[in-house]
Nanobody, 127 residues
Framework: QLHLVESGGGLVQPGESLTLSCVTS????????MGWFRQAPGEEREGISC????????YYADSVKGRFTITRDTAKRTAYLQMNNLKAEDSGSYFC????????????????????WGQGTQVTVSS
């Protein structure tokens, strides 16, 4: 079992930055792909950034490429999402997820193999 807890959301102005954290507990992260998903009110939950289970590859949705960076610190059992130059359309609930032995691309695009979800953290970008 893996327990995921997100934090770091908040209210920011356009152009500002936020770093989301996903602290895990339970089984080892070594074989899990980690990802961040965003859901706006009335919309589907979409994968915006995912990291291969090997840690060697990443996927970013076109809407966040060049602005967001996903990382993982296995010693701290934590995944991060650094979000720069935030835009109003980045607003939504952000969920951390873990998928056993998955690639980041499939995890984000298909939600394939996702075994565990966090409870979400809210990000609001508004002037």
């Amino acid at each position: 079992q893996l327990h995921l807890v997100e934090s770091g959301g908040g209210l920011v102005q356009p152009g500002e930055s936020l770093t989301l954290s996903c602290v895990t507990s339970g089984t080892s992260l070594d074989f899990y792909a980690m990802g961040w998903f965003r859901q706006a009110p009335g919309e589907e939950r979409e994968g915006i950034s995912c990291l291969d289970h090997s840690g060697g590859g990443t996927y970013y949705a076109d809407s966040v490429k060049g602005r967001f960076t996903i990382t993982r610190d296995t010693a701290k059992r934590t995944a991060y999402l650094q979000m720069n130059n935030l835009k109003a359309e980045d607003s939504g609930s952000y969920f951390c997820a873990a998928a056993l032995f998955e690639s980041g691309r499939e995890m984000c695009l298909e939600k394939r193999g996702i075994n565990f979800w966090g409870q979400g953290t809210q990000v609001t970008v508004s002037s």
